[in-house]
């Protein structure tokens, strides 16, 4: 590092030795340089330089300009704008009550950086001292300081603190000096994770602000709390990203003590300085927010980095989450108090109790039909909406418990269920559904949020769900009948570039919602149809969907949600586009969608937190006293984030139906920080779990409330938990042992279904089974899974250490858990053969034991 007064500085730029006498600073070392140098308004940022592959390059255009913000009195919290949808009309519709809140304090003139009196200037002076510089200006409002250093830990970084010590009383807001800009036609990618990521420049503000599809073209500032990894970021075609990275701490805690503080707004983050220049900045604080109201002399400071690396926005993101916020590091927090193979098991008997699990049963059609209650927003529910959810999972339940209860008194009359809410009428809408819920007291099948017709609810509520139980009932001729139907209803929906509508109008079979594109992964249904009925006219259906979808979704990062009442709010449909994109590969083996599929797993890494840094910080949760990781959102996915989605108000989600998803890609690419969010979001969840249902939570607002008005979703619980397990066992069994997977499920995530047919266990055929009791003794953050080699007469004990310590213990058998009159004759452990008395385990961790039971 050097720092020059009136010395000489020899600088090695691109190969070139220059020598330079002057009195101006630089940060220098062998990764990046910066230099100053006086202008008339004071001290400018020169030259940026960058060491890639052996050569110093430039691409950033350099400032050092800074930006105060100040008022007098605090900023109005009411929007003096409104905006339009790209086909004309207001935006949003006044029915999208959920989002008013959320879109009326996202557009003031604080949101929207129009407030405030702004001070933008350049130091008029600097000294050095030893291992950094501090620059100073004096406005009229306050004296401001700033500390800049390079991090001789992170080399690509650079260190700044700054100070602002007021003169007057008012409210106050420093932004982040601009160390550069990015010129539009030389940005490749831009991004505020959790809230949009793109690499063009989007008009429509409505479009760019309420759904990512496109760069917002104004400087708005977000709050922290939908922006997973605190890094907003602009990567160049040259292939250089600037990102800025707040101290840890500066943001909201959303449980900072005793309560929820999900909603507090102390940071305040950008992908543009406040003159709309494509630069990365942070807000701290927030002018007319928290900390933000001043008298003279009382002081605000606060510390973050700038990050220059010669890598893409995904490295970017890496560093922020691991080496700044150690989200890596703080998975060894994670200690599960009940193990997720238990949870199964406890959620069986919550599901087969009709109370618990509110199951109702109603004739429909000459049909007795079942779904469990949902007590959620429906339009016309008079709390009478019924829906099942996952029906893979359903009937995966059923046949590895081989349950009387499920198989004869819930299975049949959810097939029903099914069966009726196809539209069978010709016309327009016949292979299509209905509705996703029946209303008993109507005695009709609706949508979520008025009279419309989705082609993805079609993929979703027929071909996925009818595809699944296919799987486990191939000879099912009606079932099959009904999913040809969906089917070919689908294809014929096509549009010739691939594409399908967002919706229809039910009533005017018109499409509607012209404003969005229908970038979800619809055409995953032509995947199910290819796999199920070998037409090759659903495979090259799906292949030209998929093509359109990844060049309209995948490279430009705007995707489509699929909740209705969220107006689509961009949300878990991305994870699961990955996964379609996946399974699309394996039947045709052109690796651009394994590419493709890639791509948008690491987009999908975007919404997942990764702050604030997990802790053992004592917390109080409703009177229980719990640690800070115990509670933590690191490791968590949302519904929909960005500024109009449920994240908002209520946090992530427990339904980490990424999991498994995610366990495949790290297998695929390598990449740890899959493995770790998929560990981090299933693995010491337990302050989420009702101890008497062992059902988690939805939302991490409502800790462990259960599942409060959404029963349905235990069945999605024990699908993710099966996937991510099963995925983790392939990984860590290196192939030796893997279960067929089928179709992922509808809406929620890209989690698949298992147990329709045997797999392999070290070359042996196993069917996956769930035998209560038959294993005891394992710790809590082992799972044990199961499966059995009935002509063998075999069973195989799968232990899973789920936890980064290593884990020792002892387990017993009790064969009369397994079947009536089932007596052991030995026991050994499977890979090696080498017999066992009493399974004594030590296993490292995320390691894996398995042991082969032989009965007599």
């Given at each position: 590092?050097?720092?020059?007064?009136?010395?000489?500085?020899?600088?090695?730029?691109?190969?070139?030795?220059?020598?330079?006498?002057?009195?101006?600073?630089?940060?220098?070392?062998?990764?990046?340089?910066?230099?100053?140098?006086?202008?008339?308004?004071?001290?400018?940022?020169?030259?940026?330089?960058?060491?890639?592959?052996?050569?110093?390059?430039?691409?950033?255009?350099?400032?050092?300009?800074?930006?105060?913000?100040?008022?007098?009195?605090?900023?109005?919290?009411?929007?003096?704008?409104?905006?339009?949808?790209?086909?004309?009309?207001?935006?949003?519709?006044?029915?999208?009550?959920?989002?008013?809140?959320?879109?009326?304090?996202?557009?003031?003139?604080?949101?929207?950086?129009?407030?405030?009196?702004?001070?933008?200037?350049?130091?008029?002076?600097?000294?050095?001292?030893?291992?950094?510089?501090?620059?100073t200006k004096e406005t009229e409002v306050a004296t401001v300081k700033a500390t800049w250093k390079l991090?001789?830990?992170?080399?690509?970084?650079?260190?700044?603190?700054?100070?602002?010590?007021?003169?007057?009383?008012?409210?106050?807001?420093?932004?982040?000096?601009?160390?550069?800009?990015?010129?539009?036609?030389?940005?490749?990618?831009?991004?505020?994770?959790?809230?949009?990521?793109?690499?063009?420049?989007?008009?429509?503000?409505?479009?760019?602000?309420?759904?990512?599809?496109?760069?917002?073209?104004?400087?708005?500032?977000?709050?922290?709390?939908?922006?997973?990894?605190?890094?907003?970021?602009?990567?160049?075609?040259?292939?250089?990203?600037?990102?800025?990275?707040?101290?840890?701490?500066?943001?909201?805690?959303?449980?900072?003590?005793?309560?929820?503080?999900?909603?507090?707004?102390?940071?305040?983050?950008?992908?543009?300085?406040?003159?709309?220049?494509?630069?990365?900045?942070?807000?701290?604080?927030?002018?007319?927010?928290?900390?933000?109201?001043?008298?003279?002399?009382?002081?605000?400071?606060?510390?973050?980095?700038?990050?220059?690396?010669?890598?893409?926005?995904?490295?970017?993101?890496?560093?922020?989450?691991?080496?700044?916020?150690?989200?890596?590091?703080?998975?060894?927090?994670?200690?599960?108090?009940?193990?997720?193979?238990?949870?199964?098991?406890?959620?069986?008997?919550?599901?087969?109790?009709?109370?618990?699990?509110?199951?109702?049963?109603?004739?429909?059609?000459?049909?007795?039909?079942?779904?469990?209650?949902?007590?959620?927003?429906?339009?016309?529910?008079?709390?009478?909406?019924?829906?099942?959810?996952?029906?893979?999972?359903?009937?995966?339940?059923?046949?590895?418990?081989?349950?009387?209860?499920?198989?004869?008194?819930?299975?049949?009359?959810?097939?029903?269920?099914?069966?009726?809410?196809?539209?069978?009428?010709?016309?327009?809408?016949?292979?299509?559904?209905?509705?996703?819920?029946?209303?008993?007291?109507?005695?009709?099948?609706?949508?979520?949020?008025?009279?419309?017709?989705?082609?993805?609810?079609?993929?979703?509520?027929?071909?996925?769900?009818?595809?699944?139980?296919?799987?486990?009932?191939?000879?099912?001729a009606e079932l099959k009948e009904k999913l040809r139907l969906g089917a070919d209803k689908l294809l014929?929906?096509?549009?010739?570039?691939?594409?399908?509508?967002?919706?229809?109008?039910?009533?005017?079979?018109?499409?509607?919602?012209?404003?969005?594109?229908?970038?979800?992964?619809?055409?995953?249904?032509?995947?199910?149809?290819?796999?199920?009925?070998?037409?090759?006219?659903?495979?090259?259906?799906?292949?030209?969907?998929?093509?359109?979808?990844?060049?309209?979704?995948?490279?430009?990062?705007?995707?489509?949600?699929?909740?209705?009442?969220?107006?689509?709010?961009?949300?878990?449909?991305?994870?699961?586009?990955?996964?379609?994109?996946?399974?699309?590969?394996?039947?045709?083996?052109?690796?651009?969608?394994?590419?493709?599929?890639?791509?948008?797993?690491?987009?999908?890494?975007?919404?997942?937190?990764?702050?604030?840094?997990?802790?053992?910080?004592?917390?109080?949760?409703?009177?229980?006293?719990?640690?800070?990781?115990?509670?933590?959102?690191?490791?968590?996915?949302?519904?929909?984030?960005?500024?109009?989605?449920?994240?908002t108000r209520l946090g992530p989600i427990q339904l980490a139906s990424h999991a498994g998803m995610f366990?495949?890609?790290?297998?695929?690419?390598?990449?740890?920080?899959?493995?770790?969010?998929?560990?981090?979001?299933?693995?010491?969840?337990?302050?989420?779990?009702?101890?008497?249902?062992?059902?988690?939570?939805?939302?991490?607002?409502?800790?462990?409330?259960?599942?409060?008005?959404?029963?349905?979703?235990?069945?999605?619980?024990?699908?993710?938990?099966?996937?991510?397990?099963?995925?983790?066992?392939?990984?860590?069994?290196?192939?030796?042992?893997?279960?067929?997977?089928?179709?992922?499920?509808?809406?929620?995530?890209?989690?698949?279904?298992?147990?329709?047919?045997?797999?392999?266990?070290?070359?042996?055929?196993?069917?996956?089974?769930?035998?209560?009791?038959?294993?005891?003794?394992?710790?809590?953050?082992?799972?044990?899974?199961?499966?059995?080699?009935?002509?063998?007469?075999?069973?195989?004990?799968?232990?899973?250490?789920?936890?980064?310590?290593?884990?020792?213990?002892?387990?017993?058998?009790?064969?009369?858990?397994?079947?009536?009159?089932?007596?052991?004759?030995?026991?050994?452990?499977?890979?090696?053969?080498?017999?066992?008395?009493?399974?004594?385990?030590?296993?490292?961790?995320?390691?894996?034991?398995?042991?082969?039971?032989?009965?007599?």
């Open positions: 590092m050097k720092y020059i007064l009136t010395i000489v500085c020899w600088i090695t730029i691109s190969g070139l030795v220059i020598g330079q006498k002057s009195a101006s600073p630089v940060l220098v070392n062998d990764h990046i340089q910066v230099l100053w140098k006086k202008a008339k308004d004071g001290w400018l940022v020169d030259k940026i330089l960058l060491k890639k592959e052996g050569k110093w390059v430039e691409g950033l255009t350099p400032s050092g300009e800074y930006t105060l913000l100040y008022s007098e009195t605090k900023p109005s919290e009411e929007p003096k704008e409104t905006f339009q949808k790209i086909t004309g009309g207001t935006f949003p519709e006044e029915n999208y009550h959920y989002q008013e809140k959320q879109w009326k304090e996202s557009t003031t003139e604080v949101s929207l950086n129009k407030a405030g009196q702004v001070f933008s200037f350049l130091p008029s002076s600097f000294s050095g001292k030893k291992n950094e510089l501090e620059f991090d001789p830990q992170f080399p690509n970084d650079i260190q700044v603190t700054m100070r602002l010590i007021p003169k007057k009383k008012g409210f106050f807001s420093l932004a982040t000096p601009t160390l550069a800009s990015v010129p539009v036609n030389q940005m490749a990618w831009t991004s505020v994770p959790g809230y949009f990521q793109g690499n063009f420049m989007q008009e429509n503000f409505a479009l760019a602000y309420a759904y990512g599809h496109g760069i917002p073209a104004r400087p708005v500032v977000y709050r922290e709390r939908c922006a997973t990894t605190l890094s907003p970021l602009v990567s160049t075609k040259n292939g250089i990203t600037l990102s800025v990275i707040p101290e840890p701490g500066l943001a909201r805690d959303p449980w900072a003590k005793d309560k929820f503080t999900q909603i507090d707004w102390l940071l305040g983050l950008s992908h543009m300085n406040r003159k709309a220049q494509l630069s990365p900045t942070l807000y701290h604080p927030v002018l007319g927010e928290q900390k933000s109201e001043r008298n003279a002399g009382e002081e605000i400071s606060y510390s973050f980095r700038y990050s220059l690396i010669a890598g893409d926005w995904f490295a970017s993101i890496k560093h922020a989450a691991n080496d700044i916020y150690k989200f890596h590091e703080t998975l060894s927090l994670r200690q599960s108090k009940q193990a997720l193979t238990d949870r199964i098991e406890k959620m069986h008997g919550y599901l087969t109790d009709p109370k618990t699990s509110l199951w109702n049963i109603e004739e429909y059609e000459g049909k007795q039909i079942g779904a469990q209650s949902y007590l959620g927003g429906v339009v016309g529910s008079q709390k009478d909406a019924m829906k099942n959810a996952d029906y893979g999972a359903m009937w995966m339940l059923a046949n590895a418990t081989n349950d009387p209860e499920l198989k004869e008194k819930v299975l049949p009359p959810a097939l029903n269920f099914k069966l009726v809410q196809q539209e069978t009428k010709k016309g327009f809408f016949d292979g299509a559904i209905e509705g996703q819920y029946y209303l008993a007291k109507s005695k009709k099948f609706v949508e979520e949020w008025g009279e419309v017709v989705e082609p993805i609810a079609l993929t979703y509520y027929v071909l996925l769900d009818m595809g699944n139980m296919l799987l486990f009932e191939p000879d099912n014929s929906w096509q549009n010739a570039d691939g594409s399908w509508a967002v919706a229809y109008d039910r009533k005017t079979e018109q499409e509607i919602f012209k404003d969005i594109k229908d970038i979800r992964p619809t055409f995953y249904g032509m995947i199910v149809a290819y796999r199920l009925l070998k037409d090759e006219k659903y495979l090259k259906a799906a292949q030209k969907g998929a093509d359109w979808f990844i060049k309209n979704a995948v490279e430009t990062g705007a995707f489509l949600g699929v909740c209705g009442d969220a107006r689509y709010a961009p949300d878990f449909a991305t994870g699961q586009s990955a996964q379609a994109l996946l399974d699309l590969y394996d039947f045709t083996k052109n690796k651009k969608y394994q590419d493709a599929a890639v791509t948008c797993a690491k987009i999908y890494t975007t919404s997942v937190y990764t702050h604030p840094i997990a802790n053992r910080n004592p917390k109080t949760v409703n009177g229980a006293n719990l640690e800070d990781w115990e509670i933590s959102q690191t490791g968590l996915s949302f519904e929909h984030g960005g500024i109009f989605g449920s994240a366990i495949r890609m790290h297998q695929l690419t390598g990449e740890q920080i899959f493995a770790d969010m998929a560990r981090s979001a299933a693995i010491g969840r337990h302050a989420f779990v009702d101890s008497k249902t062992s059902v988690a939570s939805y939302y991490w607002a409502a800790m462990n409330k259960g599942a409060g008005p959404y029963p349905h979703h235990a069945w999605w619980q024990i699908g993710w938990i099966t996937d991510y397990l099963l995925s983790e066992v392939a990984l860590r069994s290196k192939g030796k042992i893997e279960f067929p997977r089928g179709f992922v499920t509808p809406k929620v995530g890209p989690h698949q279904t298992y147990g329709f047919e045997p797999g392999t266990v070290f070359g042996e055929k196993a069917k996956l089974v769930i035998r209560g009791g038959f294993v005891a003794g394992n710790q809590p953050t082992v799972d044990c899974i199961l499966a059995e080699n009935a002509a063998k007469n075999e069973a195989y004990v799968i232990l899973l250490n789920n936890r980064a310590q290593p884990s020792e213990g002892q387990i017993t058998f009790n064969p009369e858990k397994w079947g009536t009159g089932k007596k052991i004759k030995n026991i050994a452990k499977t890979a090696s053969g080498s017999a066992v008395n009493s399974p004594s385990y030590q296993i490292p961790g995320f390691g894996m034991e398995v042991y082969t039971v032989r009965f007599e």
